[in-house]
Antibody, heavy 125, light 106 residues
Framework: QLQLQESGPGLVKPSETLSLTCTVS??????????WGWIRQPPGKGLEWIGS???????YYNPSLKSRVTISVDTSKNQFSLKLSSVTAADTAVYYC?????????????????WGQGTLVTVSS | SYVLTQPPSVSVAPGQTARITCGGN??????VHWYQQKPGQAPVLVVY???DRPSGIPERFSGSNSGNTATLTISRVEAGDEADYYC?????????FGGGTKLTVL
């Protein structure tokens, strides 16, 4: 059973870059059986997909955030990361790292099977 | 971009059946996944591929998908089912979530 854990600063200043890391245990991040991604949830609001990365290295981002987002993988540490630049108060949210098992079919239709516990990031000076 | 529409809230008495809808253009041609989120917790997958249940999810949770509407049905609703529910699909390699529905057990 995969387990995911987010880590990173809980407070980021406006205009700076938000950086979070997700550590994966119980499976290999480089396996073709999984995809990885980030999802956020502003306080009191719904879920918003940020982007995903695949074993091939391909990345897909939410068009509304694409210009500010980078998702990358560090296979040596079994981690993947999120960088969101030029943050504003609107980026304040609980950030979840997540993973999907696509061993049974296409990664582009599989559900999100695994979630981290989430980490609150507040953007404030 | 693809839009999924859910009712903001659904209320149901214990023991009754709750139906939560998720509307989208020709959503019946897509695989729909449903998540349950309780306060302060991460979402949990309760139905995937329209109508399949992950291991450990009660049979009371079921799903259907046809035309422009997918539906999550919760039979014999219990107090512990009170939560927010989100539908999700893939569209052009992007994940799309519905706005969420708060299920209140009266």
């Amino acid at each position: 059973q995969l387990q995911l854990q987010e880590s990173g600063p809980g407070l980021v200043k406006p205009s700076e870059t938000l950086s979070l890391t997700c550590t994966v245990s119980g499976g290999s991040i480089s396996s073709s059986s999984y995809y990885w991604g980030w999802i956020r949830q502003p306080p009191g609001k719904g879920l918003e997909w940020i982007g995903s990365i695949y074993y091939s290295g391909s990345t897909y981002y939410n068009p509304s955030l694409k210009s500010r987002v980078t998702i990358s993988v560090d296979t040596s540490k079994n981690q993947f990361s999120l960088k969101l630049s030029s943050v504003t108060a609107a980026d304040t949210a609980v950030y979840y790292c997540a993973g999907g098992d696509c061993s049974g079919g296409s990664c582009y239709s599989s559900p999100i099977d695994y979630w981290g516990q989430g980490t609150l990031v507040t953007v404030s000076s | 971009s693809y839009v999924l529409t859910q009712p903001p809230s659904v209320s149901v008495a214990p023991g009754q059946t709750a139906r939560i809808t998720c509307g989208g253009n020709n959503i019946g041609s897509k695989s729909v996944h449903w998540y349950q989120q309780k306060p302060g917790q991460a979402p949990v997958l309760v139905v995937y591929d329209d109508s399949d249940r992950p291991s450990g999810i009660p049979e009371r949770f079921s799903g259907s998908n046809s035309g422009n509407t997918a539906t999550l049905t919760i039979s014999r609703v219990e107090a512990g089912d009170e939560a927010d529910y989100y539908c999700q699909v893939w569209d052009s390699s992007s994940v799309v979530f519905g706005g969420g529905t708060k299920l209140t057990v009266l």
